[in-house]
């Protein structure tokens, strides 16, 4: 079976019964997910390749502090559901760089309105998305919001029409 998607792929990988080969592409931990014992080794019935950007978080936070250095309290909206260790390395750069972080999960694409409304309460003068196929379908309200609000907004891996890959607004 093929499949992009840790959580199709975890579907699938639940379906299989541990019998049938489950391959395919996610861009969260297939460790944390339950798919395999490592990268390296994946020691049970899927493989495939990860997309993990946590490292890329850290450059993301810098970045927006480059472009936006009055940026200091950023809200970060990310799924829950997605087992990935960005929000994680995203606090810790924001921390070394002075900047406070609030997190608003969202599980539904219904969440988001009141997670961007929590962000203006608490004052965030920037936005920081973690990906995820949520927060890519949920993507462009986001970037109207930074555009009505005029905050910057870091978001990556965003596929569109229009090849939209990191959106900043001032």
Sequence with gaps: MLAIGGDLIKALFDASGGVIPVVGGVSDSPIRA??????ANPGKNFTGVTFLTDEMAVKRVE???????????????????????E??????????????????PIGSPGELEPALRAASTNGANGLFVVASRLTNFVAPRIAQYGLEQRLPVSVARIRRQRGLVVVWTR
Excluded at 63 to 85: C, G, M, T, W, Y
Excluded at 87 to 104: E, P, Y
Aim: net charge positive.
């Design 87 to 104: 929000l994680t390395f995203a606090r810790k750069a924001a921390q070394s760089l002075g900047i406070d972080i609030t997190a608003h």
């Design 63 to 85: 970045l927006l502090s480059e472009v936006a250095p009055k940026a200091k309290r950023v809200s970060v909206i990310f799924n829950p559901q997605h087992l990935d260790d």
């Design 34 to 39: 339950g798919l395999a014992t490592s990268l």
